[in-house]
């Protein structure tokens, strides 16, 4: 069967996981990876038999096959230079940056809501590691009891955590309060983040708490829905585990996940970075499925 | 020697009032620190800007609101405020500037100063002076902190400062510590203490002893955990070795008996949580979180604060001692 031809920008950590994740891929084919320099990342690539370029965003724009582009770059790199090339080119961008341009796409909460969205100009934001990680469990309290309040507290290892992340924590934070809101339905979203540096490096944990508006709908419904939630999240995360089952004291509901990576290029304790790389490839995947039933055309 | 002390009843003394500072509170307490001549009064969240929370606790009256009556009440002393990135924000330092704070200490883990960067430099920006705060140093070696240390001296910060945060370290430590980053930096060392060994005043005038230049204290040591160096009793101390610390003594003990000890919620002794947190190297402010928690699962606060040790958990990651006392109830 045909396949989607795919482009990755920025061959780094991210860059080169979420390869390994597309060569898994039904309906995507790594076509392209493009960084701006030689590198590590690019000989990783080549000697995988994939394209590689150092001619950044413009040798994506240059491949009229490709139609789809993951940036894996920075913020600055996506607004200034690969979002107008791509968008141009007519390639579609899933944005891993905070830049956030386009909507923010969380697989299970919203990817079939963006659907009519879809077009080649879309530019679709990841948001966070930790808004992938804890934006579905809002959401799937807030669709049964609503939530005035939702606050998340990241924990991820010294380890995981780039350069980009440390030199930007309110980027994090920011973001991921404003995914709680707008994606997961919660009136006021509130993200903590706290790098650990124990070794051997823990697993990355997410606790969720929030505030229900209708708290007689109860427990049993809340949970069903958070249990829901997480069977939908396993299939593109098969590390997503509930470390703590909900809890309901008042209004307050209080769940603890954790996140083991895949382990494909980075170590299972970076299932931050496992996480908002897997739901990258799934929405791409999703969106590339319909593109194929329709002839490989924009949907 | 020219000591300035750091009076952080206000911030500190935050989590032992369970966040519940009113606007009262602050400017009596404010104020009587000013008149009584501290260098520096910090006030904000005992897990600093943005701390109010389900996760640290909800804060009884807003943070802007205090900063703002607690700076007008002050005249010579200048008003800090803690952040920790992670939890309060660029925008939430922008505020407390506009409201009136003269210096922000940006706070991080001991190994992790380089999540300072971008907060330090943006309240350099903004004209405050700015602090490099290391915590939970007993977690680590005095070449690391070193390094760290001067990561934050090289982002532009006015000194550094070492939080002994889970009260853990004895005299030795601290010495071995401030020796090492005095020697290695430009600008001044500073320390804060907590009294879960019973070893907050002699640490301080140990730091002193090797160079460090500001320290901090509490009034009546009100504080997390067992509380801090209590700075009435350190002015006193520090005033009988000599040094001067441009602080009126007498007038600290007052503003201590007038404005600090009608507000206590438990005197501030070294309970059996507080003296575990210093036994096992736990983050001070999670002690009645903690009591909360074992009360919740039935358990015995002491051994979720061993648990808490052994899984080297850091400071903020209060969220955290739900997921042991889970764990140990459903072990057994």
């Not at chain 1, 954790?258 to 170590?267: A, I, K, R």
């Not at chain 2, 330090?120 to 390094?147: P, Q, S, W, Y």
């Amino acid at each position: 069967m045909d396949k989607i031809k795919v482009a990755v920008i920025g061959p780094g950590n991210i860059g080169s996981d979420l390869m390994y994740k597309i060569f898994r891929s039904k309906n995507l084919e790594m076509a392209l990876m493009t960084g701006i320099v030689e590198s590590e990342g690019i000989r990783r690539a080549a000697s995988l038999g994939v394209a590689t370029s150092i001619d950044g965003v413009k040798a994506v724009a240059a491949n009229k096959e490709i139609k789809i582009a993951f940036d894996a770059t920075s913020a600055a790199a996506h607004l200034k230079f690969n979002s107008p090339v791509l968008r141009e080119a007519g390639v579609m961008s899933i944005d891993l940056t905070p830049a956030a341009i386009g909507p923010y796409c969380v697989p299970c909460v919203n990817l079939d809501a963006l659907h009519d969205q879809i077009n080649d100009k879309l530019d679709i934001n990841m948001v966070t590691c930790g808004g992938q990680a804890t934006i579905p469990i809002v959401y799937a309290i807030s669709r049964v009891a609503g939530a005035s309040y939702a606050e998340i507290v990241a924990c991820i290892s010294s380890k995981s955590a780039g350069p980009g992340t440390r030199a930007n924590m309110d980027e994090f934070t920011e973001t991921t309060s404003k995914g709680l809101e707008v994606v997961g339905g919660a009136d006021k979203g509130k993200a903590i983040i706290i790098l650990n540096p124990a070794e051997p490096p823990l697993m990355m944990t997410n606790t969720v708490m929030a505030r229900v508006k209708n708290p007689e709908v109860g427990f049993e419904k809340i949970k069903e829905s958070i249990d829901a939630m997480v069977k939908e999240l396993k299939e593109y995360v098969p590390g997503y585990t509930l470390r703590v089952p909900p809890i309901m004291e008042g209004d307050k509901v209080t769940t603890i996940v954790q996140v083991e990576g895949q382990g494909d290029f980075l170590p299972k304790f970076s299932g931050n970075l496992d996480i908002i790389n897997s739901a990258a490839v799934a929405a791409a995947d999703k969106i590339a499925a319909e593109m194929l039933a329709k002839g490989g055309a924009p949907v | 020697m020219k000591i300035n002390l750091v009076d952080a009843t206000l911030r500190d003394g935050s989590h032992a009032l369970r966040h519940g500072i009113t606007e009262d509170m602050a400017v009596s307490i404010a104020k009587g620190l000013d008149e009584a001549g501290v260098a520096i009064i910090e006030l904000s969240h005992g897990d600093g800007l943005g701390g109010s929370s389900f996760t640290y606790g909800f804060s009884k009256e807003d943070q802007f609101k205090l900063i703002e009556a607690a700076g007008k009440a002050i005249k010579k002393s200048k008003l800090s405020v803690l952040l920790l990135p992670g939890i309060g924000t660029i925008e939430d330092l922008n505020k407390a500037k506009e409201r009136g704070a003269d210096v922000v200490r940006v706070a991080t883990h001991v190994t992790e100063a380089d999540v300072s960067e971008q907060h330090i430099k943006a309240a350099n920006d903004i004209g405050m002076m700015t602090v490099g705060f290391l915590m939970m140093v007993h977690m680590a070696e005095k070449e690391r902190i070193v390094e760290e240390a001067k990561k934050m001296e090289s982002y532009g910060a006015s000194y550094v400062n070492l939080a002994d945060s889970a009260g853990y370290l004895l005299t030795d430590g601290v010495k071995e510590r401030i020796d090492a980053v005095v020697n290695a930096v430009k600008i001044p060392v500073g320390f804060h203490a907590h009294n879960n060994l019973g070893m907050a005043m002699a640490n301080s005038l140990a730091a002193v002893e090797v160079g460090a230049t500001y320290v901090d204290g509490t009034l009546r040591g009100l504080g997390a955990g067992a509380g801090n160096t209590q700075m009435e009793v350190l002015a006193g101390a520090l005033k009988r070795i000599g040094h001067d610390t441009g602080a009126d003594f007498y007038h600290l003990m007052d503003v201590a008996r007038d404005s600090v000890d009608p507000i206590m919620l438990r005197p501030q002794v070294i309970d059996n949580g507080s003296l575990m947190l210093g036994y096992a190297g736990v983050y001070s402010s999670f002690l009645l979180h903690v009591y909360n928690a074992a009360e919740k699962f039935g358990l015995e606060p002491r051994d979720i604060l061993v648990e808490l040790g052994a899984r080297k958990m850091v400071g903020g990651q209060e969220d955290m001692i739900i997921d042991v006392a889970y764990r140990i109830k459903n072990k057994g």
